[in-house]
């Protein structure tokens, strides 16, 4: 496990389908993402990441 400094970072959503949500801006290939328990995290503070390996980055972005 490594441990991360957490950083808030805004973002603008695009449209959303099969309970996912396309990311326009603020993003870059290979920033990862809280997908549960965000509410409990403070930008500066420090998190241990599971063991998950990270999801692919598409080859192309759905357009909104």
């Given at each position: 496990?490594?441990?991360?400094k957490?950083?808030?970072?805004?973002?603008?959503?695009?449209?959303?389908?099969?309970?996912?949500?396309?990311?326009?801006?603020?993003?870059?290939?290979?920033?990862?993402?809280?997908?549960a328990?965000?509410?409990?995290?403070?930008?500066?503070?420090?998190?241990?990441?599971?063991?998950?390996?990270?999801?692919?980055?598409?080859a192309?972005?759905?357009?909104?």
């Open positions: 496990h490594a441990l991360f957490l950083t808030r970072t805004p973002i603008t959503t695009g449209k959303r389908f099969n309970n996912k949500v396309v990311v326009l801006t603020g993003l870059k290939a290979g920033d990862r993402v809280a997908a328990g965000q509410h409990k995290l403070q930008d500066g503070g420090m998190a241990v990441l599971s063991d998950l390996p990270p999801l692919p980055t598409p192309t972005a759905p357009t909104n």
